[in-house]
């Protein structure tokens, strides 16, 4: 892996921009929950996954590590999941940054090693601003320091799926490319992405995971 293949994104000057993803990572904090390199093998698919601010488990407790269950059991090809290691910490100034390295060069060193290979890219609460990030969604491309998915990649990745995303309670969306293969699941009540009342909706999503998976194998 290399930086000369790797779009850096500085800052930008569209300071009202920054200041939407600088509110919406504010409400993640609040909202939110507390052995691993790249992922090995040459997979039909492999899924990657930003989990929440503090999120337990490993894929993540509340939408990575049951998600991937469904997934692995109901889709009709073989699977691996990577967890995209970044501090998951609104503490830390460059940690949604800091995952959109981890996730951008974890892929671009799959995509090396496994050519056949093609990706799900999952995000959770700050991990959804991470994977907006790693697919150059408008609002994120005023955060410096933003890594991004080369287009040449972009065909690589089947689907998107994005759970108590933050940049939907304030209408952002993925990049037009990426918008026919994601899917953006919003619990009620969900404070994050709905400006609910419920914080304990924002880590219920178990209702989704089925149809996530049939947006997968819809894709395949």
Known sequence: MTNRRVIRIGARHAARALSVVLLAMGIGTAMSPGLTAWARG??????????????????????????????????????????????????VPTSISDGTRAMTGHLLAQAAACPGQRFVLVGYSQGALVTHGVLGSPATTVVPGMWVLPPELSSRVVAVLLFGDPLRLVGGTVAPWYADRTANYCAAGDPVCAGGVFPAAHGSYQWAFAAAAGQVNSRL
């Open 42 to 91: 040459c997979a039909t698919l492999d899924v990657v996954i930003a989990r929440g601010t503090a999120e337990p488990g490993h894929l993540g407790a509340a939408i990575g590590d049951p998600l991937y269950a469904v997934l692995s059991a109901q889709l009709p090809v073989d699977t691996t999941a990577h967890r995209v290691e970044y501090p998951a910490d609104l503490l």
